[in-house]
């Protein structure tokens, strides 16, 4: 139980749940965790932690556009989620452990049941309701979503840029990598 582990093996643990319900933590407990055992450090979650996380995820879908998305005409009237896990080592730098195409939506804790819910209902509003509008539309629409505050984390035209950059160091890259195979020959 020590090593990484996902929620399915850590919760057959008889210390699950020992330091805070369903090992889960909200940014602001991490936050105040951090303030609390680590003061020194001076580590402000949402720019440091937080900020790694979200430049981690807008590399990957750089990286994946074409893959997840290979042509224009699969993007209409389509939406998935995905689920980013990550880990920090003792200097609090991020590492993407993998991304899943079929998240666990379980809401076994109170965190992940406001998460959770308001991540699918806000996903819903952003791409459901706009094509088949609920009855209550205005209403729900005006109903503030606590936790899910939508950022653009890629956008294919927004990114191109960066995403020409990416394309052209992997061509230098791979280049590189052919030319010391060829000298070794």
Same mark, same amino acid.
């Given at each position: ?15 699950? #749940?020992?330091?805070?319900? #369903?090992?889960?933590?909200?940014? #602001? ?87 959770? %819910? ?7 509003? %952003? &791409? ?46 791979? &280049? ?10």
């Amino acid at each position: 139980m020590i090593h990484l582990t996902n929620d399915a093996v850590q919760k057959k643990d008889a210390e699950y #749940g020992k330091f805070e319900t #369903g090992n889960k933590l909200s940014f #602001g407990e991490y936050q105040a965790y951090l303030s609390k055992y680590h003061p020194n450090l001076k580590i402000d979650f949402r720019s440091h932690i937080f900020s790694q996380i979200k430049q981690i995820m807008t590399d990957t879908f750089r990286a994946t556009h074409k893959i997840i998305a290979p042509t224009r005409s699969m993007q209409h009237h389509t939406f998935e989620i995905f689920g980013f896990d990550f880990m920090l080592d003792e200097d609090f730098k991020v590492y993407l452990i993998e991304v899943n195409t079929n998240p666990c939506l379980e809401t076994t804790c109170p965190i992940l049941s406001k998460i959770i %819910v308001d991540m699918v209902d806000s996903a819903f509003r %952003v &791409a459901i309701d706009p094509l088949f509008p609920p009855p209550n539309q205005q209403k729900r629409m005006n109903t503030q979503i606590s936790v899910m505050q939508w950022q653009l984390s890629f956008d294919e035209i927004t990114d191109a840029d960066a995403i020409l950059k990416m394309q052209k160091h992997s061509q230098k890259a791979a &280049a590189k990598e052919e030319s010391n195979a060829e000298e070794m020959e």
